[in-house]
C-alpha cells in the first residue's frame, strides 16, 4: 500500500526526466484563471483504478499552481476503497465519503459530491479512465471562457471513441443520444465528464435524475449554457463495467421525465402512444402465434388483447406514469382494462359512424380507420391520467 503514496508523489519528476513534454501552457491572465477545484469522482467497486486516477490528475495539474481535491463518493463498495483512500490522502488531497444510505444512484453520488466540495468550480468524471484527466485543464479554460459548464465530448471534431467499441456499444450510444438530442445542444449529452460552476446550478434537492447521467439532468433542468471540448474516450482500464438492462430502462424513465419537464403534457402524450404502439407489436405477435397453434382468427384476436393490454398498463405505469402514486396492480390493471375497452368502442364506434353517415368516410375508409385510432387513443390517454394512474388529494409525489 505504501508504493500507492510513493508513485503519486514521484509522478511529475518522472514526467520530467523521461522526455515526456509537459502539457500546453494555459492563459493565466485574469483573476480568475487558475481556479480552484474539486474532482467528483462516484465509484462502485473502483478500488484498484483510484490510485493509478489519482497519479493522472496530480500529474495533470501539478506545476500549474491550480489548488485541487479529488472527491471519492463511494456507494457502499466494501472492495477496500477506504484503506485505498486513506493511504492517497497521505500524500495527496483525496478525501472518500462513503452512501451506505439510499439505494446506489451513480446521480445521487454526483450529487452529493457537489455538495460537499470545498470549491466553486466542480469537475465531474468516472473512475475507470475512460475520461482522460489530462484533459481537465481544458474543460476548466473552457469554463472560464463564459459558458456555464464544459463537457469532455466524443462527438465533435478532435473527439474520438475507444476502437475496441463494437457494433453493439456503439449503436446503443448513438441512439440514446439521439434520443436525447431534442432536449439540448450538446453533441454529447450522454457524457460524463464535465465542468461547472456550482453557483449556476439549481437547488441540488430539486433535481430528479434516475441513474447515470446525471449531466443530462443539469443541462435540461439547470437550462445551462454549454461549451463542448474534445476528448479521447477510452475503454475502462480496469473492472467490470456497471451498464446493464436496469441503467437502461432507468435511462428511458430520466428521458421520460426530462421531456415531461421541457415540453409538458405533450411529452406524457407521446409517451403513452410510443407504449401504444409497442403493444400493437405484442398484439400482433400473439395474434399470428396463436394460429400458428391452430386457434381460430376469431378466438386468436380475443385472447391477443390481454397480453397486449396487460403489457401497456405495465409499461405505463413503469415510464409513463412512473411519477404517480402506486397503486394495487390488479385494481390498476383492472381499471386500465376498463379504459382501453372505452377506448376500442370509441375507435370502432366513430369508425361505424363515420363510414355510415359520412360521404367522404364511406369512399375512403382508410381514413376513418386512423381517425379512429387517433380518437381511441385519446379517449384511452384521459381516461388513463384521470382514471387509471391519477393523482389522489394524498398523494406526495414530486411533479416531473
Request: contains cysteine; positive net charge; proline residues 6%.
Amino acid at each position: 500500500m505504501a508504493s500507492i503514496c510513493s508513485a503519486a508523489m514521484n509522478r511529475v519528476s518522472s514526467l520530467q526526466t523521461s522526455g515526456v513534454p509537459p502539457l500546453p501552457a494555459r492563459d493565466d491572465s485574469g483573476p480568475a484563471s487558475n481556479p480552484a477545484v474539486s474532482i467528483v469522482v462516484p465509484t462502485f467497486r473502483e478500488a484498484e483504478n483510484l490510485p493509478l486516477l489519482a497519479d493522472r490528475i496530480e500529474a495533470a495539474l501539478s506545476g500549474r499552481g491550480t489548488e485541487w481535491e479529488l472527491v471519492v463518493i463511494d456507494d457502499d463498495s466494501r472492495d477496500g476503497i477506504e484503506a485505498v483512500a486513506e493511504e492517497l490522502a497521505r500524500c495527496l488531497p483525496v478525501r472518500l465519503d462513503v452512501r451506505r444510505v439510499g439505494p446506489r444512484d451513480l446521480s445521487r453520488s454526483v450529487l452529493r459530491g457537489i455538495a460537499i466540495s470545498r470549491f466553486d468550480r466542480v469537475v465531474v468524471m468516472d473512475a475507470d479512465l475512460s475520461h482522460p484527466p489530462e484533459r481537465i485543464p481544458d474543460l476548466l479554460q473552457a469554463l472560464e471562457g463564459g459558458c456555464d459548464m464544459a463537457v469532455g465530448s466524443r462527438y465533435v471534431s478532435g473527439g474520438r471513441i475507444d476502437k475496441d467499441w463494437g457494433p453493439w456499444r456503439f449503436l446503443n450510444s448513438l441512439v440514446a443520444t439521439l434520443l436525447a438530442r431534442p432536449l439540448v445542444t450538446c453533441h454529447d449529452p450522454m457524457s460524463g465528464f464535465f465542468a461547472l460552476d456550482r453557483r449556476v446550478l439549481p437547488d441540488l434537492t430539486q433535481l430528479r435524475p434516475i441513474g447515470y447521467k446525471i449531466g443530462l439532468e443539469l443541462m435540461v433542468r439547470g437550462r445551462l449554457r454549454v461549451r463542448e471540448v474534445p476528448i479521447g474516450f477510452s475503454g475502462r482500464n480496469r473492472g467490470a463495467s456497471k451498464m446493464g438492462l436496469r441503467q437502461q430502462i432507468n435511462y428511458l424513465r430520466h428521458l421520460k421525465r426530462l421531456y415531461l419537464h421541457r415540453f409538458g403534457g405533450l411529452a406524457r402524450a407521446l409517451s403513452f402512444g410510443s407504449v401504444g404502439a409497442s403493444g400493437l407489436v405484442v398484439d400482433l405477435v400473439f395474434y399470428l402465434g396463436l394460429q400458428a397453434f391452430g386457434i381460430e382468427h376469431r378466438l386468436a384476436r380475443f385472447l391477443s388483447f390481454w397480453p397486449a393490454v396487460s403489457w401497456n398498463w405495465w409499461l405505463n405505469r413503469r415510464v409513463t406514469f412512473d411519477d404517480r402514486p402506486r397503486r394495487a396492480p390488479a385494481r390498476q390493471w383492472a381499471k386500465f382494462v376498463v379504459a382501453s375497452l372505452v377506448g376500442l368502442s370509441a375507435n370502432v364506434g366513430s369508425y361505424l359512424a363515420l363510414t355510415s353517415h359520412v360521404a367522404v368516410f364511406a369512399r375512403q375508409p382508410l381514413l376513418a380507420f386512423f381517425l379512429g385510432i387517433a380518437l381511441g387513443g385519446g379517449v384511452n390517454f384521459l381516461m388513463s391520467t384521470l382514471y387509471v394512474y391519477r393523482w389522489h388529494a394524498t398523494a406526495t409525489g414530486r411533479q416531473p
